[in-house]
């Protein structure tokens, strides 16, 4: 098996698991239904580009490396604006939804209507890296500070670095690509098949890690709801026995640890309902 067999078969098992997993969380045990979806959509969408660019390895035609520029470079975006629409539903943030859809459908509009016919390999690479940049720039940005606060500084931080260099892994692709042949170091692997294969093969990980961090923040709020319906009570959301007993067992540890005194008072309200 060549060195496409074995990316193709990755990328197909890797991106199907994930967008089945997504689809799981959502459709069967309801775990963010609607961000779930959206990110299953994104999963799909960077899975079709990646599995466009692995076929195309055996393509060494002018048109054929357009056509994956055009193809690959749209779905990416597409995927990036899934990807956005995931976390404000999640986050409940924001939404912008026309602003991101019309980025998109004018980026696929430039690389179909105008790069296609031209034969601007590279301006629909760049164009396509401009709109996922930006989109998810700002999905990055505003993120930031609702995952800081909800899951921590970790948390955020490893899902905006995770967005940046996904970003970055798209732009480095298309700069080697602007630049002249004897311009481009050995070690960023002039051979045009060589940088796909790198290039893919990032994406890969990049995807993985990026399922696991969403993962991740699906199952810690799930978590954390169910520790807060387990110690409280569910009419008034007040403690309730279990949390109280637990906490007063904590605080009277302390307490005679350190010698204070103390009293438990205990309030009963009559026809209460």
């Not at 997993?21 to 045990?29: H, I, K, N, P, Q």
């Not at 660019?53 to 899934?82: E, F, I, K, N, Q």
């Not at 923040?217 to 169910?226: E, F, G, N, P, S």
Request: some cysteine.
């Amino acid at each position: 098996m060549d060195t496409r067999h074995l990316l193709l078969t990755f990328i197909v098992f890797t991106h199907s698991l994930i967008a089945s997993m997504w689809w799981v969380a959502g459709s069967l045990m309801g775990l963010s239904r609607r961000a779930s979806r959206q990110w299953m959509l994104a999963t799909l969408a960077n899975g079709a580009a990646l599995t466009f660019s692995a076929v195309s390895l055996s393509w060494h035609s002018p048109t054929h490396d357009l056509t994956r520029a055009v193809v690959a470079g749209s779905l990416v975006v597409w995927g990036a604006v899934s990807m956005r629409r995931g976390l404000a539903y999640f986050l409940k943030l924001n939404h912008s939804d026309r602003q991101h859809l019309a980025l998109a459908g004018s980026v696929v509009a430039f690389n179909t209507l105008l790069c296609w016919p031209m034969g601007w390999n590279t301006l629909a690479l760049a164009a396509s890296g401009i709109g996922m940049g930006w989109i998810l720039g700002r999905t990055a940005q505003e993120a930031f500070e609702p995952l800081r606060i909800e899951f921590g500084r970790a948390t955020a931080w490893c899902n905006a670095v995770l967005v940046m260099l996904a970003v970055a892994l798209f732009a480095g692709a298309t700069i080697v690509d602007l630049l002249p042949p004897g311009w481009v170091p050995a070690a960023l692997l002039h051979d045009a098949q060589e940088r796909l294969v790198w290039s893919v093969t990032t994406s890969i990980v990049l995807s993985i890690l990026s399922a696991f961090v969403l993962g991740y923040v699906v199952v810690m709020r799930l978590v954390r709801r169910l520790e807060h319906l387990s110690h409280h009570d569910a009419l008034t959301g007040l403690l309730n026995r279990r949390a109280i007993e637990y906490l007063l067992d904590r605080e009277d540890q302390r307490l005679q640890r350190f010698g204070d005194p103390f009293s438990v008072l205990l309030i009963d309200i009559d026809h209460f309902k």
